[in-house]
């Protein structure tokens, strides 16, 4: 173990792999892998990259999507004292291959599913890495101009002496989606995602008898929770294809899970399909949800269907290592507000959060503005873009005497009273509306608060010039009545924010995070208007 450096990610899992060698720590398509098995077959992989490389690594590329070799992919990497870096088979190749370039990799770690996109992507680079490739065929190795590893070669070895890791060190490097059509390398350190753990371990009380969904895929880093929380307390996780997804009660029931992590859009189409009954999912002791507003009645609906369940909203952008704020459910204290959707919560200990305006200045209580957090959790920067660093990491005042360093999240919340932050929306879906400011988030509250509704997205639209002419809406729900809610929004609504047009859909489009893509929704009211 590499208990000289320190705590990190690697020394985390391999103290369980010491203390629970035989516990199941993956469960995947009904086949279940110990820690001793990832552990074993992690060093070999290392030592194999090690060995050809001649030097330390300092990130490893693991492509894949939902395999072992994914999951396995990310130890291995830290094995070799190196960052790992998530790429998505299931992603478009272009962006594959931009992430790849952007990242340097020493290596890449493929599974059996990724080797079709592998020889476009590798010639692509500008600097060919060691591809390692423990599922691959004689035929796509042969295919490849470039040292692969694979086979025997990766069972030869294992790495004894661990190439040392420090708590600045960068974990992991996943990519966010950037405005300019590239997407941003977020680098998080050892340090940054142990304060993360430390808290969550805290709160959660996980031990080795609990069992994790794993609802997202290894590029979002939400992951990250299900993977290194439960790899910390010897637990396993369990991971979905995206077909058990559409209806998870039964992959719950079956594996008996006692932790559930997901985005709030699952308990949506449960909710649409009517298949979330009261009293089915018993076994969970904890149901949290992040990545979108979490709905009231989303909310209500799941506790009721897993009633010996604590639930959690969490929040918290990539830069800010997973999550950093959480608000604990009560069903009657929120039955009794006004809101549609539940608030965000507190920031976790050892954080700070400032609310700002336009100017960076600090608002009066009460008032909404942009969220800005720091503390521990805080990503040193974007990947080699100091531009944008300096853009969304600032240096504020706390006190007359003192300067912190703050991440601007982008997003718009309240502070009540209470000290409890409530999320308002991004504060790019604020648009002009004939001249008036229209928050996009206020109209979406409105429609959801229909019985029928259980999810709706509002677009400025049509653009001219930048401004939007009106407001269309996409709803999703049982017995949608359209008439009817375009009545209730007229009522609760300036006719500036009534939608000129509600769309009824099956299903929200979702991006590769499994959160409604709203950038889908707009590419199809543009190709309306091209085919008119």
Not at 150 to 169: F, K, Q, W, Y
Not at 292 to 300: I, Q, Y
Not at 458 to 485: C, R, T, Y
Not at 512 to 532: H, I, M, P, S, Y
């Amino acid at each position: 173990m590499d208990k000289a450096d320190g705590w990190s990610l690697r020394s985390d899992f391999l103290n369980a792999a010491t203390q629970y060698r035989d516990n199941v720590a993956l469960v995947m398509r009904d086949r279940s892998i110990t820690y001793a098995e990832i552990e074993s077959t992690a060093r070999g992989w290392a030592a194999a990259i090690l060995d050809t490389l001649g030097r330390p690594a300092e990130r490893i590329g693991v492509f894949g999507h939902r395999s072992v070799t994914s999951y396995i992919g990310p130890i291995a990497a830290l094995m070799a004292g190196a960052a790992f870096v998530p790429l998505n088979s299931s992603f478009p190749t272009e962006r594959t291959i931009a992430m790849a370039e952007a990242s340097k990799l020493d290596a890449i770690i493929v599974d059996r599913a990724a080797c079709a996109q592998l020889r476009q992507v590798v010639g692509s680079l500008s600097s060919v890495p060691v591809l390692c490739l423990p599922d691959a065929g004689a035929a796509e190795v042969s295919a490849l101009d470039a040292i692969v590893l694979h086979g025997p070669t990766l069972n030869a070895g294992s790495v004894h002496r661990l190439p040392p890791i420090s708590a600045e060190d960068t974990a992991y490097l996943l990519f966010t989606s950037g405005s300019t059509g590239q997407p941003k390398g977020v680098p998080i350190t050892h340090g940054n995602i142990r304060h993360f753990l430390e808290y969550v371990s805290r709160r959660y009380g996980i031990n080795e008898h609990d069992r994790f969904s794993q609802t997202f895929d290894q590029t979002f880093d939400l992951s990250l929770f299900d993977l290194f929380l439960a790899w910390r307390h010897g637990a396993s996780v369990h991971s979905m294809a995206n077909i058990e997804l559409l209806a998870p009660t039964t992959f719950i029931n079956k594996h008996e899970l006692t932790v559930w992590f997901s985005v709030p859009s699952v308990v949506a189409q449960m909710r649409k399909r009517n298949s979330l009954v009261p009293g089915s999912l018993s076994t969970l002791r904890w149901s949290l949800f992040c990545g979108e507003p979490l709905p009231v009645p989303s909310a209500e609906a799941w506790q009721a269907a897993a009633p010996n369940s604590t639930v959690e909203n969490l929040y918290g952008p990539t830069e800010l290592t997973v999550a950093c704020f959480v608000q604990r459910w009560f069903s009657a204290a929120f039955a009794a507000s006004a809101q549609d959707v539940v608030p965000i919560g507190r920031p976790f200990d050892g954080l700070g959060a400032l609310i700002v305006n336009e100017e960076l200045k600090p608002v009066a209580n009460g008032e909404s503005g942009e969220l800005c957090v720091s503390g521990p959790q805080t990503s040193p920067g974007y990947w080699l873009a100091p531009q944008k660093t300096a853009e969304r990491f600032v240096d504020l005042p706390v006190s007359n005497y003192e300067k912190r360093r703050f991440y601007r999240t982008g997003d718009r919340v309240r502070c009540g009273a209470d000290g409890e932050y409530t999320f308002l929306g991004r504060t790019d879906f604020q648009v002009k509306v004939l001249g008036y400011r229209v928050e996009l988030g206020e109209i979406e509250a409105v429609l959801r608060r229909d019985a029928g509704i259980s999810e709706a997205v509002a677009l400025g639209w049509p653009i001219a010039d930048g401004v939007a002419q009106g407001v269309i809406a996409f709803v999703m729900g049982s017995n949608v009545q359209e008439k009817h809610l375009l009545l209730e929004a007229s009522r609760k609504l300036p006719h500036y924010m009534v939608p000129q047009r509600l769309i009824v859909l099956e299903e929200m489009p979702k991006n590769a995070n499994g959160k409604v893509d709203r950038n889908e929704l707009q590419r199809r009211l543009a190709g309306e208007c091209t085919t008119k």
